[in-house]
């Protein structure tokens, strides 16, 4: 990155590695829409398939109904 010049010309550097709340929107904002390469959408279905396939993500107190099968929490 480097030196940035704002809109008076003036040169300055970045002093914190941690954007405002400001900036951190602005960049949200500007990165919505955008298409997905189909690499990053097959990086992500495989992240999801070996989280779905641990079983350490489905932990055994998980309330159940009294068919066996999981309760609705979401009460």
């Known amino acids: 990155m480097g ?3 704002n ?3 003036t040169q300055y550097k970045r002093t914190s590695r941690h954007p405002s ?3 951190r929107e602005l ?3 500007s990165l ?3 298409p997905k390469e189909e690499s ?3 990086a992500i279905s495989a992240g999801m398939v070996q989280y779905w ?3 350490e993500n489905f932990p055994d107190d998980y309330p159940q109904n009294d068919d066996g099968g999981l309760a609705d929490i979401m009460e």
């Open 21 to 23: 709340e400001e900036t």
């Open 40 to 42: 990053w959408k097959q």
């Open 27 to 29: 960049i949200s904002q």
């Open 53 to 55: 396939s641990n079983d």
């Open 3 to 5: 030196n940035t010049q």
């Open 7 to 9: 809109t008076q010309g």
């Open 32 to 34: 919505r829409g955008r």
